[in-house]
């Protein structure tokens, strides 16, 4: 099973000095409590390294953000989706 | 004065660590990272194609051997016969299935649509591999087969 939410990021471009938002999908899978010992998960915090494209150069550059994972749904992977509507 | 905006995440449990320009190394992975998703489809279609010219190509090689270690106006028994002309149809089989791995694909999708293109390219790269697989089974197999069999000759 997966839980997948979308998610925004605020990031000051080291390309052309604006900051731009971004919309970024986080899948989560979706562990089933009864299954699993009490102490088997437990919180933890991920370290991701994505590459996003500066709209206004369209040149792209890395960033580096770390996700907490909710209880009982352990994150998979990050993918940027693109620049948010809001941020156009 | 121009008020400097922070990196911030709208988000609890998200935090920004650091922005840079794309370092030498993650360059080299992303560039490695496109070539293997522009290329995986034309890597499955490689193999079948030279699969094809060396499944056929062994059966004549295999026939060669085989007369090479037979001694000469030997006539086989039925049996026998049956024996060693199965490297050969294992080999033919193998050479049709690399064959219709090949064999040019109809699909319509539109280039709009990115789901679409990238739902095709995974259909188009699982078939292949699975008759890759199925190929080359029965590539080894044949391969086997022959090999046996002309020792047994000897």
């Known amino acids: 099973m997966a839980d997948n939410s979308i998610e925004t990021i605020t990031i000051g471009c080291p390309v052309c000095g604006n900051s ?15 299954r699993l010992p009490k102490n088997a998960f437990k919180e933890r915090v991920i370290r991701f390294i994505r590459l996003f494209v500066c709209p206004v150069k369209q040149s792209d550059f890395q960033a580096t953000f770390i996700l907490s994972d909710i209880p009982h749904s352990p994150i998979r992977t990050v993918n940027v989706l693109g620049i948010a509507k809001e941020s156009l | 004065m121009k008020e400097k905006k922070k990196n911030k995440n709208e ?34 279609r490689d193999f079948c194609k030279f699969m094809i ?8 090689i295999y026939l060669g051997l085989l007369k090479f270690v037979l001694p000469e106006h030997y006539t086989l028994s039925l049996q026998q016969g049956v024996l060693a002309i ?33 739902k095709e390219r995974t259909r188009t790269i699982f078939r292949r591999k699975k008759l890759s697989l199925i190929g080359f089974s029965i590539f080894l197999i044949g391969t086997v087969n022959a090999i046996v069999t002309i020792i047994v000759t000897l």
């Open chain 2, 53 to 60: 010219s060396l499944s056929t190509g062994a059966i004549p």
């Open chain 2, 86 to 118: 199965i490297p050969v149809v294992l080999f033919l089989i193998a050479s049709i299935v690399f064959t219709i791995g090949y064999y040019p694909q109809v699909s319509q999708f539109s280039l709009d649509v990115i789901d679409e293109i990238e």
């Open chain 1, 20 to 34: 731009h938002l971004y919309n970024l999908e986080v899948e989560r899978s979706v562990v089933v409590y009864n």
């Open chain 2, 11 to 44: 988000n609890q449990g998200m935090e920004l660590l650091e922005v840079s320009a794309v370092t030498p190394h993650n360059r080299a992975l992303y560039e490695a990272g496109k070539m293997l998703l522009t290329d995986s489809i034309t890597t499955g």
